[in-house]
């Protein structure tokens, strides 16, 4: 099987910066991919190979990749994007996928 | 609209099995990898497995969590695909996502909840 890590939590105030970061031994050889998941929902990609951003998706979210670590970033957060976070990738081999254990961002 | 649908899911026993299907629409299902992914009541996203389009080969991997017990299949002719589930136990109990994507093309459906209990 393949791990992903991340921080449980993180907080931030109205304006601020949110960083979470997510740890993989493969992630050197293989893109990341962020979700955002609000309460009762499927989850809505953010972030895609690293630091792509989907249509639709504000500029404030960013992703950036170096070594075993990914990081997405929300820059000057809002109310509503308290939510939980997932990091995705999989392992050097393709035969094993992983989501990180998920962070849940408070905006307050 | 693009959409996937889960349907299938429901209350059994553990021991049993049950088999979940998603049913796609509005995108070129049989171009994309079709993953299974579960979340269980309160805790996070845990990816169950894929199968691969036929232009990769049509090949299935499975996390060691389900591996020998889940099978995952796919009709590409009637935009569907299958999560069969024998030996179920109390810890599949989870709602149950199917999702496709490449890129920046991400969808997923509304999820299905399985229950496992006597």
């Known amino acids: 099987s393949y791990e992903l890590t991340q921080p449980p939590s993180v907080s931030v105030s109205p304006g601020q910066t949110a960083r979470i970061t997510c740890s993989g031994d493969?992630?050197?050889?293989?893109?990341a991919y962020w979700y955002q998941q609000r309460s009762g929902q499927a989850p809505v990609l953010v972030i895609y190979?690293?630091?792509k951003r989907p249509s639709g998706i504000p500029e404030r979210f960013s992703g950036s990749s170096s070594g075993t670590m990914a990081t997405l970033t929300i820059s000057g957060a809002q109310v509503e994007d308290d939510a939980d976070y997932y990091c995705?990738?999989?392992?050097?081999?393709?035969?094993?996928?992983?989501f990180g254990g998920g962070t849940k961002l408070t905006v307050l | 609209e693009v959409q996937l649908v889960e349907s299938g899911g429901g209350l059994v026993q553990p021991g049993r099995s049950l088999r979940l299907s998603c049913t796609a629409s509005?995108?070129?299902?049989?171009?994309?990898?079709l993953m299974w992914v579960r979340q269980a009541p309160g805790k996070g996203l845990e990816w169950v497995g894929l199968?691969?389009?036929?232009?990769?080969?049509?090949?299935?991997e499975y996390a060691a969590s389900v591996k020998g017990r889940f099978t995952i299949s796919r009709d590409d002719s009637k935009s569907l695909a299958y999560l069969q589930m024998n030996s179920l136990k109390s810890e599949d109990t989870a709602v149950y996502y199917c999702?496709?994507?490449?890129?920046?093309?991400?969808?997923w459906g509304q999820g299905t909840l399985v229950t496992v209990s006597s």
């Open positions: 999702t496709a994507g490449s890129g920046s093309f991400d969808c």
């Open positions: 509005g995108f070129s299902f049989g171009d994309y990898t």
């Open positions: 199968i691969r389009s036929k232009a990769y080969g049509g090949t299935t």
């Open positions: 493969a992630l050197p050889k293989k893109y």
């Open positions: 190979e690293d630091n």
């Open positions: 995705y990738s999989s392992d050097s081999s393709d035969t094993h996928a992983a």
